[in-house]
């Protein structure tokens, strides 16, 4: 378990790593650029969209630092916990502006951090 838990975590960190870095980095321009990220480009103001970057950044961090370091432990479960929100929350935009093909990729996204948070929270009581 504890290996596919590493595996999970790893791949999710780097997604969100990718994605929110992008959005922290470059301009709301160069966003909007991007076919995956144009939606948010439209609704939401540059300094709401480097947020949002900087909480996938530390979510990806939070998922990986706490748990391989040993400091903090707790932190790596609350960080699976805020991307499951997260992706709830990323649903609930794309639902509000029918772009429902997203959904899946925002479920499985939210499906893989819960496993985490649950297998993390399960470590952490035995």
Known sequence: MNIALWITSGL??????????????????????????SAVTEEYSESAIKLIGAVEVAG??????????????????????GLVLLQLGAAQFHGRRKEYKQWPVNGAFAALAAFIAAGRIAQLIH
């Open 12 to 37: 999710l960190a780097v997604a969100y790593l990718a994605v929110g870095g992008m959005k922290v980095a470059l301009p709301k321009e160069r966003l909007a650029e991007n076919p995956n990220l």
């Open 60 to 81: 990806a961090l939070g998922l990986i630092l706490p748990w391989a370091t040993g400091i903090a432990v707790v932190l790596t479960p609350a960080a699976a916990i």
